[in-house]
């Protein structure tokens, strides 16, 4: 009955009872570091409601995941302690859909054989040839990674990020179709989460630059559950990076070319307000870089599926949404309870910083990077490989003066990409996002539609932004990719 309820009612208030359960979440993610017992009895309810949900309906069951993935970051908000591991509330929801999908796969498989509901979606999924050939190099990527002997606890932690495109398989029953109401209950849902990751990097804002006194505490929370970043840019201006702004760089996407329709709708404004204020604080390069790219390339859309004066329009519109951004940035700093803050941003100094700690450090990897992967450049060395370079972050130096540090992960995300699962590899990665963008394209010219056009401008946000801070290779890049592929589709209107 509540689940009935929760579907019949209007889309302002499923925005606003989502806003109210990512709140809840995050609050108890806090309290859970005074009280463990609360982190266990969360991750528990969550896991048992999300099998639950995959039992009554897999789409609730996927929005709950979805939701999490929006929101979560990393994936640390909730972690249950088995032995000696920390299994994440990622992992464990990740799981909970994939087993109950399994269950009623086989179940329909026994039953209806190959006239089963399942598997008719899955053979005519549109991109399945290019998922397959993917498929082919991660798998090689890992068994080469076992034959050249590479650490076992680095394979695990450097390939399982990868296991979350099995999630495309559930999104493929889910989004699949060409039934409206769940394409509405993501869009809402993704709505909501990118509104909620706004409303947080502002209040995380207004925590640090009022110096409030639980300050060190949420610095400690976000720290712990990898669920954020706070530091001091040369200017003294708190850097609020939360990895999921991500998906604020979407939501921006979509709002921008959404705005085509009506550029007098106020709600699509101060949306964007909301959405560049995040991608301002983030004080991300890589966003930045990539947020200029993906305008350049939707003008240029705009221009040639609509006109110049479209595009001029939208240009407008873009601009004052990013000045509302700086706005309420300025307001959020400079409110004057319980002390005012002090707003000396220097956003400029940010771009243009080329002594930062962690810059210099990124270009000392990539030519020690580029020769490593010369040496296996078609097929990689296999997940888990590892490379030695001097670094002069101070974290590292703090433990290793002589700067000298070697890892398994690195900035460089398509360097990375490549040195794992070699070119070969890489490209058949590249070749989805390029079919994904060029059939978004190609519908939305025959369309019209402004969803698929926002989404093809944020498929190339996500691919810039992946040159500089490696997101193809994370959950976070991944679930983009895979609700855009079952949601880009031939004669699929939005």
Known sequence: MVIRNMINIGPTRKILIYLGLFMAVEIFSYLALVFSGINIFVFLILVIACLLLSFYKLEFSLLMVLGELFIGSMGHLFVLPIGGFQLPIRMALWFAVLFVFLLQFVW??????????YYIRLKNFAYGKYFIIFGVFVVIGLVNALLRGNLGSLIINDFNAWLY????????????????????????????????LSLKTLFLLFVFTHNLSFASEVYRWLRQTLSGEMTATLSGWPRIFIQGQIFSGVALCLVLLNSLKNFKNITNFILAIFFSSALLISFSRSFWVALVVAIIFSLAVIIYIYSW?????????????????FVLIYLVAIFPYPAPGQFNADFLNRVSSSNEAALTSRWSLLPVLIKEIGKEPFLGQGYGATITYISSDPRILEKNPNGTYTTYAFEWGYFDIWLKIGLLGLLSYLLIIFQLVKKSLIYCRKSTSTFLLGFSASLVFLAVTNFFTPYLNHPLGIGILLLGACLIRKDRVY
Do not use: C
Not at 108 to 117: A, G, M, P
Not at 167 to 174: D, K, R, T
């Open 165 to 196: 495109w099995f999630l495309l398989l559930p999104a493929i029953i889910v989004y699949g179709t060409d039934k409206d109401d769940a394409f509405i209950n993501l869009k809402t849902l993704f709505l909501a989460a990118a509104l909620w």
């Open 309 to 325: 004066r479209k595009m001029l329009a939208s240009l407008t519109w873009f601009i004052f949404s990013f000045v509302g951004g």
């Open 108 to 117: 329909q498989l026994v039953k209806h054989k190959t006239q089963s509901e």
